[in-house]
């Protein structure tokens, strides 16, 4: 069974930083396409950056300079360091796993930033 666990959430300051983490297991993780979306109160779902298995990453345009994806294969984690936070940061967090033809979703955890 597949479970992504995700952790760092907080509530901080704009301008002040977070680090959130993803850990799976029950997935052959080396080779999945890792992402992290975001989800704001009246929102849909969007993505805010991905890393593949050969650790190219992708990032939405509102987390180019502000946030870094980044993996540990040996610890089957996937992490976004997200710095210079906004207000409209605010949201909840997903982590999500592609492998092959299958998708899996963690239950997310809150950012909130506060101006």
């Known amino acids: 069974q597949v479970h992504l666990v995700e952790s760092g959430g907080d509530l901080v300051q704009a301008g002040g930083s977070l680090r959130l983490s993803c850990a799976a297991s029950?997935?052959?993780?080396?080779?999945?396409?890792m992402s992290w979306y975001r989800q704001a109160p009246g929102k849909q779902r969007e993505l805010v950056a991905n890393?593949?298995?050969?650790?190219?990453?992708n990032y939405a345009d509102f987390a180019k300079g502000r946030f870094t994806i980044s993996r540990d294969n040996a610890k089957n984690t996937v992490y976004l360091q997200m710095n210079s936070l906004k207000p409209e940061d605010t949201a909840v967090y997903y982590c999500?796993?592609?492998?092959?033809?299958?998708?899996?979703w963690g239950q997310g955890t809150q950012v909130t930033v506060s101006s």
């Open positions: 999500n796993a592609q492998n092959i033809a299958q998708e899996y």
């Open positions: 890393i593949n298995s050969a650790k190219s990453t």
């Open positions: 029950g997935i052959n993780f080396r080779f999945a396409l």
